[in-house]
C-alpha cells in the first residue's frame, strides 16, 4: 500500500423513497468500508491510506459531524458490525493481515493476526469469518464466548 494524496472519496445517503442521493462527506482519503453503529446514530468509514477509521454523526445532538473514532496500526480494510455493537475491521500491511475488534466507542478490544491479507471479518454465532480477495477460500476463527 502506498500513501497517496487522492482524497476523493465520499460518504453518500441514499434515499430509495424520493430517489435521491445526498452527499454527507467529502475529500475522504481513500474511503474504503462503511457500517452503521447499531443503534444508527452514526456511521464509520475506513480510510485505508490515512489508517483511521472516520465517525459520522446522523442522527442526535452532534448530527452532521465528524470525528476521528479509531487509529488503526496497518491499513484498514472493510468493516463489520456484530451483534453486541462491536466493530471488526480487517487490516493489512507488509502481505500480512489481521482482524481488530473495537467497541462503539472506538476502543480497541482484541486482534486476530497472524493470517494471509484479509478484506473482511465478521462475527457469526461465536466464530469470526475472515474472507480476503487474495485467497479462494474462506477462514473461520472459532472462538470461545
Do not use: C
Not at 62 to 71: D, K, L, P, W
Not at 86 to 115: C, P, Q
Not at 123 to 141: A, D, K, L
Amino acid at each position: 500500500m502506498s500513501n497517496t494524496s487522492d482524497s476523493t472519496g465520499r460518504l453518500m445517503r441514499y434515499n430509495p423513497g424520493l430517489k435521491t442521493v445526498e452527499l454527507m462527506l467529502s475529500g475522504l482519503p481513500f474511503a474504503n468500508g462503511v457500517a452503521a453503529s447499531l443503534d444508527g446514530n452514526f456511521v464509520l468509514v475506513s480510510q485505508t491510506t490515512s489508517k483511521n477509521i472516520l465517525r459520522y454523526w446522523v442522527r442526535g445532538p452532534r448530527v452532521g459531524q465528524s470525528e476521528i473514532f479509531a487509529t488503526t496500526q496497518s491499513y484498514p480494510d472493510n468493516i463489520r458490525r456484530n451483534i453486541n455493537g462491536e466493530f471488526w475491521v480487517a487490516e493489512n500491511s507488509g502481505g500480512r493481515g489481521k482482524a481488530a475488534k473495537f467497541d462503539a466507542n472506538g476502543n480497541f478490544m482484541e486482534a486476530i493476526g497472524g493470517l494471509n491479507p484479509i478484506s473482511q471479518a465478521q462475527q457469526f454465532r461465536g466464530s469470526v469469518w475472515i474472507g480476503s480477495i487474495v485467497n479462494h477460500f474462506v477462514g473461520i476463527v472459532h472462538r470461545i464466548p
